[in-house]
């Protein structure tokens, strides 16, 4: 396949009775202009058929990936014209090695930009899936994710290209390695930190907006960065605390929360009457069921206070929200309230008797 320009232009001379120079200069044109024919087919094709076919389909993946690399294709298939039409050249036959080498560098370039595309592809169709899914997503994390990804292929590429220039790549490899322990020792909490804000992002234990508690602090998530997140606690202020320190320590997300388990406890006064602690029970159930957000877990007399009669109170709120959880606490409390008022049941407060002797001392 080599000799194509040859053969053609040995033809020429023969047939036609042209020079070499002049022969050499049209078989070139003609396999330039064929190569050039081939890829335009090629890019036609792909533009007509293919791409039509892929806006059929379900997503937009493929559109993207064959739009963007339609044109590099194309460039391949002049890249081949060029090279095979100057292989054939006598008087450039001595430079047969160095063309060689250039198409294949002119390859591997072709294709390291390609792939890098599709990268920008993978990670941009993954941005918008979250934000379709209503996932929030972290702009500073995608470009860290989308730069490390093309480095890996730039560096493979280049480790290629050295090896087809016959470089001794044990020394760079070895280079790379030293430089790499270097820099990682160097930038050991910032990476810790770049790698831990990769896991939050997969793994996902939280994401913005979450309500979550950390240690001692509480608070919604706000951004979540390169080397730290921003959590805007209950008090107002902000705490900025590291990537490292949120994937090492224990998280409660409250988002997860999908319901809520409340207990808290009645108190009436000691001189509410049986017929009337009876009555107080049903009371809370009938007071707990009206509301459509909570579920009754149990209701019962179960001590005797210094001062008070006691009743336990458990039900379930069906949402982890926690401002909605307070307004049905609320409305839960005037309820009882109001009902109470009405069977004329007392709250206790704190009494103390005290008994004085007034008989004279001896």
């Known amino acids: 396949m080599l000799s194509i320009t040859l053969t053609l232009s040995e033809l020429l001379q023969q047939y036609i009775g042209l020079s070499q120079i002049i022969s050499e200069i049209i078989a070139f044109s003609i396999i330039f202009s064929l190569a050039m024919i081939i890829a335009w087919i090629g890019h036609t094709i792909f533009k007509s058929y293919l791409?039509?076919?892929?806006?059929?389909?379900?997503?937009?993946?493929?559109?993207?990936?064959?739009?963007?690399v339609r044109a590099p294709i194309f460039l391949l298939g002049i890249l081949f014209g060029v090279y095979y039409g100057l292989v054939g050249i006598a008087s450039l036959r001595d430079?047969?090695?160095?063309?060689?080498?250039a198409f294949t560098v002119a390859q591997i370039l072709v294709a390291t930009f390609i792939i890098a595309r599709i990268i920008n592809i993978l990670v941009s169709w993954y941005a918008q899936e979250s934000v379709k899914r209503q996932r929030k997503v972290s702009n500073h994390i995608l470009f860290i994710l989308r730069r490390a990804l093309q480095g890996v292929v730039y560096l493979f590429a280049l480790l290629i290209i050295l090896g087809i220039f016959n470089v001794d790549l044990s020394s760079v490899v070895v280079g790379l390695g030293v430089g790499g322990i270097a820099i990682a020792l160097a930038l050991q909490n910032i990476l810790s930190d770049a790698f831990s804000a990769l896991t939050i992002y997969f793994d996902r234990p939280f994401e913005i907006g979450d309500f979550i508690v950390v240690g001692d602090h509480a608070g919604t998530v706000k951004k979540i960065g390169i080397r730290s997140s921003r959590i805007q606690l209950?008090?107002?202020?902000?705490l900025v605390i590291s990537n490292q320190e949120l994937t090492t320590g224990s998280i409660r997300n409250f988002k997860k929360l999908k319901k809520r388990r409340i207990s808290f406890t009645v108190q009436v006064s000691c001189d509410t009457a049986v017929e009337k602690l009876r009555k107080i029970p049903e009371t809370i159930t009938r007071v707990i069921n009206e509301i459509k957000m909570a579920q009754l877990g149990t209701v019962h007399f179960t001590k005797f206070g210094a001062f008070s009669y006691d009743f336990d109170v458990v039900y379930y709120v069906k949402t982890g929200n926690y401002t909605k959880y307070l307004d049905i606490q609320q409305k839960i409390n005037l309820r009882i309230l109001e009902?109470?008022?009405?069977?004329?049941?007392?709250?206790p407060y704190p009494t103390q008797n005290i008994f004085v002797n007034r008989g004279e001392t001896a």
């Open 51 to 68: 791409c039509r076919w892929a806006t059929k389909t379900k997503t937009n993946l493929d559109d993207e990936i064959l739009r963007n």
């Open 95 to 101: 430079y047969a090695q160095d063309f060689s080498t």
């Open 234 to 238: 209950l008090q107002g202020e902000e």
């Open 339 to 347: 009902e109470f008022e009405k069977e004329k049941i007392e709250m």
